[in-house]
């Protein structure tokens, strides 16, 4: 029972971390910080699985996939790698770069749908803490 309440003390740092940080680069670092932390707990990964009727009607795991992007893209611009990542994944790097630079527009799909990101990770939240959302 320790573990579960440090595990879920801990994502609810890592999600009021999200809520307050405000539309900035440090956003998208809250979102991979949240993301990381759901995917290091196999007990949060089971409960967003998608074989989970729930989540299908809540499309859970659409939402999940794409909060996993940013995740993945600032996990592929830390690391550098002469592999081939693909052309998806080169963009998601190219978009959040130019967040990181200041150079927001609403061209940026990441930067245009940062209330939306926000509103994704809350619906992820409350699918793993549904009594206290």
Do not use: C
Not at 48 to 77: C, F, M, R, V, W
Not at 109 to 126: E, L, N
């Amino acid at each position: 029972m320790v573990t579960k309440d440090k595990s879920k003390s801990g994502l609810d740092k890592k999600f009021q971390k999200v809520q307050e940080t405000p539309a900035s680069f440090e956003f998208f670092m809250a979102i991979h910080d949240f993301i990381e932390y759901i995917e290091g707990n196999q007990a949060f990964k089971k409960i967003l699985s998608a074989k989970n009727t729930i989540n299908s009607e809540l499309k859970i795991s659409t939402k999940y996939d794409y909060l996993k992007l940013i995740y993945q893209g600032l996990q592929d611009s830390k690391t550098k790698s002469d592999a081939d990542l693909g052309h998806s994944r080169y963009a998601v790097i190219l978009e959040l770069n130019k967040i990181k630079d200041n150079d927001v527009s609403n061209s940026n799909s990441f930067w245009k749908k940062r209330d939306v990101i926000r509103k994704f990770a809350t619906d992820i939240y409350s699918r793993l803490v549904p009594a206290t959302v």
